[in-house]
């Protein structure tokens, strides 16, 4: 057998191996979006991963406020959200915690852990709001989006590897010898926007995830409306190429809202229907707040605010960012 033939043998069996990992897992149904997604992780190991990151997060956000006061408070909406979460998700390690930091940002880890920054908070005003972005990194859970996008990445870099094996067993004059060595770059970088643009997709459901949640609790889902509004007004800075963000910007989030609302809740904006809770918010959150120190990275908010993709960082935490 020559050299040639040994190689391709070779990665026919490499290509096997990958169909054969991969393939056990599948796709499955999401109870929370109805659809089928690729998930290489149980939602069991879900959880191990996010209380294995929570510590770590946590500490480089500035750690948790130290007033019980309005982080009792972010638990106790964040939980009354989950309530309402669908039947077929299990149990998870729910946890909601303030972060001492004046970034604008809420992440969510698999498993359950959510945060919410104190730069976010400050920039609200009102309960349902907050609700708003509560509900919001609840459905990336729920919907297991940094599941998801490992998953994708992990396949990604399996079947790149794979290619590139079978590009090195090609002869040089052939079709697959002389153009996959740049097709297989290119590849790289084409998959990995594709990726984030996964990211874009992710945000919306999650949009839809979270008023769902906040319905369910008796809140008015168009407080996640006003969150955005709130948002785009702070990150009316530079700008990106929209197609590289890994988030939609404020503004193209606020059309599809718009339209959900519009269609799903006929009485959104009514406060004879759903909770606001204005002036709980003032004397949970914001007063309390008020009387604290400034978060050591102040000086930094004003330039963070610049890049609307930094509110929400279920990509970062996917690790594919």
């Known amino acids: 057998m020559t050299l040639r033939m040994t190689r391709l043998m070779r990665a026919m069996m490499l290509v096997l191996l990958g169909s054969v990992m991969l393939a056990p897992v599948g796709c499955t149904t999401n109870p929370a ?59 998870l390690d729910w946890e909601f915690t303030l972060l001492n930091t004046s970034v604008i940002n809420a992440f969510a880890l698999p498993g359950g852990k959510v945060f919410f920054t104190r730069g976010l908070a400050e920039q609200l005003s009102d309960e349902a709001e907050m609700a708003g972005v509560l509900g919001h990194e609840i459905g990336h859970v729920t919907a297991r989006h940094g599941n998801q996008r490992i998953s994708k990445q992990i396949g990604f870099n399996v079947g790149l590897a794979l290619g590139a094996v079978a590009v090195g067993v090609a002869d040089d004059d052939t079709a697959v010898g002389r153009y996959g060595q740049v097709a297989i770059p290119g590849l790289a970088i084409g998959g990995n926007l594709v990726l984030l643009k996964y990211g874009r997709d992710d945000e919306s459901e999650a949009d839809m995830l979270g008023m769902r949640y906040m319905e369910r609790a008796g809140y008015d ?55 606001v809770n204005a002036s709980e918010y003032q004397q949970k959150m914001l007063n309390p707040l008020s009387k604290l120190a400034p978060a050591a990275d102040a000086q930094q908010s004003s330039l963070l605010l610049q890049h609307p993709a930094l509110w929400c960082g279920q990509c970062r935490v996917a690790g594919v960012e």
Request: hydrophobic letters at 40%; charged letters at 25%; a negative charge.
């Open 33 to 91: 979006t109805g659809k089928k997604s690729f998930t290489l992780y149980s939602w069991e190991e879900e959880k191990q991963m996010g209380a294995e990151a929570a510590a770590g997060l946590a500490a480089e956000f500035g750690g948790e406020v130290e007033s019980a006061i309005p982080s009792d408070y972010v638990a106790e909406v964040g939980m009354k959200l989950v309530a309402g979460i669908e039947d077929g998700v299990p149990p």
């Open 221 to 275: 889902p168009s407080g996640q409306l006003r969150v955005m509004e709130v948002l785009e007004a702070a990150s009316s800075g530079a700008r990106t190429v929209e197609w590289l963000a890994t988030h939609p910007y404020p503004e193209t989030r606020i059309e599809r809202i718009n339209k959900i609302l519009a269609e799903q809740y006929p009485n959104a904006g009514d406060r004879s229907v759903y909770v």
